[in-house]
């Protein structure tokens, strides 16, 4: 069984859900102790146990240990399933976290998986489903894994309520990265959103936006306003927020995101993702750091070594290549420049992928 110290690196939320995708992706037991042991509140909570849960749904997990504030689990992967899968993570538990968790499994499900979520999409601490679905997809789409997201109602801490459905169609090699600069700058878009909120907020946090954005030397954005009418809104409570993504000529997006908060103006949300978007480009790389240790993963399981220049270089990343040196014994190498951002190159063990 492989031993995972979930108090490694930053110690958070992040090797339990690596390690387990990673574990049923490759059908291997592991188990994994001193989960999130660096917060102030360590163990699991409802949104850790989601993934874990649904994750080993896929996989017909025998599963000890999941309850809340456990520090330790362990994870026994049966056989692959298939099928159309419903979750409620419980108020506003992360939506985007969970997918993070499940989908490596998904992508090698014996056929399709259809997943029903309910839960937070615009939350602290997690990239939003916009994000997923307009950087992180486009992104996995170029290694040739086939997913399709929807989102079909926000939900915003504290009531959550969001809900999103995400089908995957199972592959069999995925193909390695190899992008290592940014090319030519094709269009900047963004979506900026407000619910039970006037629709000014979406529209002030797009204008913010654009004008920094402007400043930095980027004249042309499209960003869409999402508002509902008071009287139809179906959200359970109020939040805004925005995600922008620039694209280049090789379909390479570079992604940053704002979310609104009380005493926090929509000026200042709109200005804060431009800004976020503005140091990314700066540093020429195709990746930015919240994509990057989304990616490992699948670059891990690839067919060849895999090389992307990455605008950050993250603790969450540093992690997630932690967790598959152990799990998948994949080489890993990170070079880094001095403004922060890097290169890194990750050799694929896709021969590691157990059969039922």
Not at 103 to 109: E, K, N, T
Not at 236 to 247: C, F, Q
């Amino acid at each position: 069984m492989i031993e995972i110290d979930g108090a490694y690196g930053e110690g958070g939320g992040q090797i339990l859900r690596t390690a387990v995708s990673l574990a049923a992706l490759t059908l291997q037991p592991v188990r994994v102790y001193n989960i999130r042991a660096s917060r102030p509140r360590p163990g699991l909570k409802r949104q850790h146990m989601a993934g874990v849960d649904l994750t080993g749904q896929l996989v017909d997990a025998d599963i000890s240990g999941l309850h809340e504030g456990s520090k330790e689990i362990v994870f026994r992967p049966r056989k692959r399933v298939h099928g159309v899968f419903k979750y409620d993570i419980g108020t506003a538990g992360s939506i985007s976290l969970v997918l993070q968790a499940v989908l490596p499994a998904a992508v090698r499900a014996p056929d399709r998986i259809t997943l029903h979520l309910r839960g937070g999409t615009d939350v602290s601490w997690s990239p939003p489903v916009d994000y997923l679905r307009e950087v992180f997809v486009p992104a996995v789409s170029k290694m040739g894994i086939r997913v399709t997201m929807e989102q079909h109602r926000r939900g915003h801490f504290p009531r959550g309520g969001g809900e999103v459905t995400c089908v995957v169609d199972p592959i069999e090699h995925i193909r390695p990265i190899r992008e290592e600069r940014f090319g030519k700058l094709v269009s900047v878009r963004g979506i900026s959103h407000c619910v039970r909120l006037p629709e000014h907020v979406a529209e002030r946090q797009a204008k913010a936006a654009r004008k920094s954005l402007k400043s930095g030397g980027i004249e042309n954005v499209e960003i869409t306003i999402e508002h509902y009418p008071k009287e139809s809104d179906p959200h359970r409570g109020p939040g805004s927020g925005i995600v922008l993504w620039a694209e280049d000529e090789r379909g390479n997006r570079i992604g940053a995101d704002a979310l609104g908060e009380k005493r926090k103006s929509a000026e200042r949300v709109g200005i804060e993702a431009a800004e976020k978007l503005l140091r990314s480009l700066s540093t020429g790389m195709p990746v930015d750091g919240h994509l990057a240790d989304m990616l490992v993963p699948y670059m891990a399981i690839a067919t060849g070594e895999s090389t992307t220049g990455v605008a950050e270089i993250t603790s969450h990343l540093e992690t997630n290549i932690w967790v598959a040196q152990n799990i998948l014994g994949v080489k890993a190498d990170i070079s880094r420049n001095k403004n922060g951002s890097g290169t890194l190159t990750l050799s694929g063990q896709s021969q590691t992928w157990s059969e039922d």
